[in-house]
């Protein structure tokens, strides 16, 4: 076990570091992949250098954690240490982090997120300045930064098409999409039904890309917008998140917080609309 992923399954790996394992598939190099989400796209992968384990989200999960012994493991989960997910007691693992977004490090995650990381994955410039300022300021160990880039923004631009997909129904009618953060204060925990409503009276054709947290915290609310819309044709409810097909297929995005906003507008060039929801403040000293 020299090299392992682990996925949660809050925010499914696979996406963020596609890129990553096709390179260590090209160089032929054995990795473990360990996931608490049984969707998790993966298992779909039948290369035999990949070897996959479901460990689920209670105590299988911490005692993996505990007694890991790999050299290297990657991960999108932030707080190490800071709460149920501990460093190895009985190995030297070398523990590396990988963003799922593209925002910034500061307001999005809690204090103290990557403090206990050894190597960061950084998607730019601004992510290596944060991180190196909040060593500063708090005297903490230099962690190892790298100028990784961003793995899924470099698959959606592979897997683009070619030709502009269509961004319209048969009977003429633009096609929506609304793919928010989560939170109490989201978009679609707050003004979600309001909001579908209002552009279904309006002519669009909406699809709705739930977090996988609201799904998985707010599932009464993600029911409801469901049943209230789903006699209507130009209504689609997508929680397959892995897939990134309605990116191309929409005429423009409306987000509130979400770094897909920024995977929206770099990779098809469209307009985003950003909700004026409040802050997602998960660090108050930011």
């Not at 403090?115 to 950084?122: A, E, L, M, V």
């Not at 961004?167 to 989560?182: E, Q, Y």
């Not at 049943?227 to 998140?241: A, G, L, R």
């Not at 307009?271 to 930011?286: A, E, F, G, S, T």
Request: glycine letters at 4%; charged letters at 25%; a positive charge.
């Amino acid at each position: 076990r020299s090299i392992v992923f682990y996925s949660e399954s809050s925010v499914v790996l696979y996406p963020y570091v596609e890129e990553i394992i096709r390179e260590l598939q090209n160089r032929n190099q054995k990795i473990c992949y360990v996931t608490s989400s049984k969707d998790d796209p993966i298992f779909k992968n039948e290369n035999k250098n990949i070897k996959v384990f479901y460990i689920g989200d209670g105590s299988v999960r911490s005692k993996f954690f505990w007694e890991l012994k790999a050299k290297v493991l990657i991960t999108t989960m932030p707080d190490l240490e800071n709460y149920w997910i501990k460093r190895s007691v009985v190995f030297p693992v070398h523990y590396i982090y990988a963003f799922h977004s593209i925002n910034s490090t500061h307001m999005e995650f809690r204090k103290g997120a990557f403090d206990h990381f050894d190597t960061i994955f950084c998607v730019g410039p601004h992510q290596i300045q944060e991180l190196r300022a909040t060593e500063k300021l708090y005297n903490l160990k230099q962690k190892n930064l790298v100028e990784c880039g961003y793995g899924l923004l470099d698959k959606l631009q592979k897997t683009k098409p070619l030709q502009n997909q269509e961004m319209h129904t048969k009977d003429g009618r633009k096609k929506i999409l609304i793919a928010p953060s989560w939170g109490k204060n989201g978009l679609l925990e707050t003004v979600g039904m309001n909001l579908v409503k209002i552009l279904l009276d309006a002519g669009y054709h909406v699809t709705v890309r739930p977090h996988p947290m609201t799904v998985q915290k707010w599932p009464k609310i993600i029911s409801r917008i469901e049943n209230k819309f789903k006699d209507d044709s130009n209504f689609e409810m997508e929680k397959d998140v892995s897939s990134f097909e309605s990116l191309y297929s929409t005429y423009g995005l409306i987000s509130d917080w979400s770094g897909i906003g920024f995977e929206y507008a770099f990779v098809c060039e469209r307009p985003v609309i950003y909700v004026d929801v409040p802050h997602k403040n998960n660090n108050p000293d930011y």
